[in-house]
């Protein structure tokens, strides 16, 4: 069985066998986190930083998330309408005056969370580099018709949704989305997770291997269509897309996300009071998702629904190839996966469903 380090809780030894088994079948590098009550019961990590298997996956080893850094974009609005800043009802244009053109004047803060503003992509052709440039992307967005009324239908925001938000983020602070996520979530936390990742980590990132190709697959959905190597630039590190270029572990993942599972505080910082953790839950769209083809619940931010957990106050998102944090209110969880072999598929595959599976099985009775 594969060898595997860090921490593991002896009743969590469930999760270290499942990751052993991963790293034995379908991982080449990953890490596992669980944290529950706000701290940490599971800290893993195993397997190699490389597709050819010369470098070990180390404690300090970080990788693009994917779309797992939504949930990190989405607890930054969290946090601003906990403490009043930012209304998630009020009209986008509230806050960014421009965006109300085209016809968008009533999309709603929470449109935007909740896949549900009408721009799920880019209308006119746009490049990566395009997609990298802030300005350049808000700039197209703020022009666009949405496709549907918005909050009427679902259909996810690959690549604008943190485009969108991050400028309603910037807007209200005067700060980007990967700065004020530095500076007031990351840094108080002492999480090692970045949204715009400075030279000095470069040495740490483990570079994402693509997924096999797959019929009718093409990577992320939408416009520009991303490739996986494209995480692998060093452009694409500097730049800030908080939909989807996040780098960090799961130790990271999990630190940050643990505040919502555990009433807005964990290991003695406070960013969020127990009723602004209990907004994510506010379901916002239940039905057929346009983009992703499946039926969805979101709620603020994330997705929600017990799944194979029902009856559970969960919320969750992954990203593309695989990463996954899942957090539960109810048992004041959070359990993150990140690696760095993608499988094929926007909507992920059962490796970090089976660690989560082993963490519940874990729980004391």
């Known amino acids: 069985m594969a060898d595997t380090h860090g921490m593991c809780d002896e009743r969590f030894g469930a999760v270290r066998e499942t990751l052993a088994a991963s790293l034995d079948d379908r991982d080449v590098g990953a890490s596992v986190a669980v944290y529950l009550d706000g701290e940490p019961v599971v800290d893993l990590w195993g397997g190699y930083a490389d597709a050819e298997r010369t470098v070990p996956w180390e404690r300090d080893t970080i990788v693009n998330v994917w779309s797992t850094t939504k949930t990190m974009t989405a607890l930054c609005a969290l946090i601003l309408a906990d403490r009043g800043e930012l209304d998630l009802t009020a009209p986008v244009a509230k806050y960014w005056p421009e965006f109300a053109a085209a016809g968008k004047e009533r999309v709603e803060v929470r449109h935007l969370l909740s896949h549900t503003a009408g721009l799920p992509a880019f209308d006119e052709p746009i490049t990566v580099e395009q997609v990298c440039d802030r300005e350049e992307s808000t700039r197209r967005l703020a022009g666009q018709f949405p496709r549907w009324e918005p909050g009427t239908q679902a259909g996810y925001h690959a690549v604008t949704q943190g485009h969108l938000v991050g400028e309603v983020v910037r ?18 936390l002492g999480a090692d997770f ?29 416009n520009p269509p991303l490739r996986a190597e494209d995480a692998n630039t060093v452009a694409w590190r500097r730049a800030e897309i908080p939909a989807g270029n996040g780098h960090g572990n799961a130790r990271a993942v999990g630190a940050v996300q643990s505040v919502l599972s555990n009433g807005g505080t964990a290991r003695g910082v406070r960013l969020l009071s127990p009723a602004g953790c209990e907004r994510v839950l506010e379901e916002q769209y239940h039905g057929p998702d346009r983009v992703l083809g499946v039926p969805m619940r979101y709620g603020i931010g994330y997705g929600l629904g017990g799944g194979m957990f029902p009856g559970r106050r969960i919320c969750y998102w992954g990203g593309w190839g695989g990463s996954l944090v899942v957090n539960d209110l109810d048992a004041r969880m959070t359990v993150a996966y990140a690696m760095n072999r993608m499988l094929s598929g926007t909507l992920g595959d059962d490796r970090g469903l089976l660690l989560v599976t082993a963490a519940y099985e874990s729980l004391p009775a």
Not at 180 to 186: D, N, T
Not at 194 to 218: C, K, L, Q
Request: hydrophobic share 30%; net charge negative; charged share 20%.
């Open 171 to 188: 807007r209200v602070t005067g700060r980007t989305l990967g700065a004020f996520f530095a500076e007031e979530v990351a840094g108080p």
């Open 194 to 222: 970045h949204i715009g990742t400075p030279a000095e980590h470069d040495h740490r990132v483990a570079p994402v291997i693509a997924p096999p190709p797959s019929p009718g697959d093409s990577g992320e959905p939408g």
